[in-house]
């Protein structure tokens, strides 16, 4: 380490899609842009989009495992201790609770500096009571913890305990890179495969518990036969929500896209975008959305209602009913679709990947020179 330039890896489950891993791979090459030496460790290192965009840009990637078993193999405890040490490293951020668990547990007396981001406002392991105890030793072991919104700092403080109010805990706003979608251009093949006369519903997220396709799945029956549904990503709910589309009679419109790389092309290509969820951190995929030029329409849910509201448009929370008569109104009163939109865009300004490096790196900065 020398003046203002560390050594740093940061730990995640995989690079799959989700928003903590688009996060590391859009912000990863910046820090090496800036001087830092920047590594990777994933439990599962799975060949994978994002993985290929790091590799392009010379980010070193260590893999402890290849498939979705290795997210929480035990083993791992073992193969993390060779890069807990502040000969090897300065710092050590992780991601995700199996990475925040494992470092944790495996970090020992001569352990570089410990960081880890808090990305949602929720989790389920806080529905366990016997576990709060493990949290807070696992929180405890940690140098700083950075938050993605207020909400999920104040949680986070509701679960520890005031006592981790002392400005361990700060917040961090993540950040996307706003050209790649204010820039994007609209791919064609995505609307004319709907057929002329049609109007494209984008919604961009993993399937995973968090999410709720099935809400805006079921606003599809509530919709005129022009409507199409273009869901892009993948994940363990995506089979039930393939079926949920059958039974609703609604699959003939309904495209499951798959884990797409295009993601800004996406948003262009839609009338409107939409992010159905039952919880969120600071999503990066609402603010994708809002930069997207189109109007974007979130469920009123923590995590969505501060950075949409006021913006986009909020619906009750598995209320698909009010859900399908946002999007009629977006898609078919040209005015207020247009208002929205703009008001998204200028919100989505306010966050800029830029700005989260910066942050990141202050905090840093702050922990190296007080631990020297």
Known sequence: MSGNRFRIVHIITSLRFGGAERLVADMLPRMRERGHEVELIVFDGIRTPFREQLEQRNIKIHS???????????????????????????????????????????????????????????????????????????????????????????NLIRLLGAEFDDGKISVVRNGIDLRRY?????????????????????????????????????????????????????GVTRERCERLAEELNVAERVCFAGFRTDAAAIAASADTVVLSSHYEGMSLASIEGMASGRPFIASDVEGLRDV??????????????????????????????SATAARCRER?????????????????????????
Request: proline fraction near 3%; charged fraction near 30%.
């Open 308 to 337: 949409v509201g006021g913006a986009g448009l909020l619906f009750r929370h598995e209320d698909h009913e009010e859900l399908a008569g946002l999007i009629r109104r977006v898609c078919e009163d040209e005015a207020f679709g």
């Open 348 to 372: 989505a300004l306010q966050y800029d990947i830029e700005d989260t490096v910066e942050g990141y790196e202050r905090i840093y900065a702050e922990l190296v020179k007080r631990n020297k």
């Open 182 to 234: 204010t820039e994007a251009a609209a791919d064609t093949s995505l609307r004319g495969s709907a057929g002329n006369g049609s109007r494209t519903v984008a919604m961009i997220a993993a399937f995973r518990e968090q999410k709720d396709q099935p809400t805006l799945i079921r606003a599809m029956q509530l919709l005129p036969a022009e409507y199409r549904l273009l869901l892009a990503g993948d």
């Open 64 to 154: 402890l495992g290849c498939g979705t078993g290795q997210m929480r193999n035990p083993l791992h405890l073992l193969r993390l201790g060779k890069y807990l040490d502040r000969g090897r490293f300065d710092i050590v951020h992780t991601h995700n609770t199996p990475c925040q668990l494992f470092t944790a547990l495996a970090a020992g007396k001569n352990a570089p500096i410990l960081v880890t981001t808090e990305h949602n406002t929720f989790n389920r392991r806080r529905n366990w009571r016997w576990y709060e105890g493990i949290d807070r030793r696992m929180y405890r072991r940690y140098d700083h913890i950075i938050c993605v919104g207020d909400r999920t700092r104040s």
